[in-house]
């Protein structure tokens, strides 16, 4: 049963920095494509960044976090991280963690068949 736990969200001023968290069970990690996207209310949920499988280090940004927001992982702790700089309100949204076997970089909801619960994160001007 493939299982991704997400942690970090919080409370932040804006221009401050959280990392994100998802640790992830069930799976050989290091054989899945990591991705984050974000759900604020009444919204879509849309791609932030992802990052493909083992090492090979290729990773894709939403144009609005290029820059500011570093995915990454750890295959050793089975965990992808998300380090967000520079937040601003419009960061503010549930921050969802998702997986998938096949390679590549997809940017879609419906390329990602596993999902984690969500972690909030809240950006205050």
């Known amino acids: 049963q493939v299982q991704l736990d997400e942690s970090g969200g919080g409370l932040v001023q804006a221009g401050g920095s959280l990392r994100l968290s998802c640790v992830a069970s069930?799976?050989?990690?290091?054989?899945?494509?990591m991705a984050w996207f974000r759900q604020a209310p009444g919204q879509e949920r849309e791609f932030v960044a992802t990052i493909d499988s083992w090492n090979s280090g290729q990773t894709r940004y939403a144009d609005s976090v290029k820059g500011r927001f570093t995915i990454s992982r750890n295959n050793w702790q089975n965990t992808a991280f998300l380090t967000m700089n520079g937040l601003k309100p419009e960061d503010a949204a549930v921050y969802y963690c998702a997986a998938r076997y096949a390679r590549g970089l997809p940017n879609t909801t419906s390329d990602y068949p596993y999902w984690g619960q969500g972690t909030q994160v809240i950006v205050s001007s």
């Open positions: 069930g799976i050989v990690f290091g054989s899945y494509v």
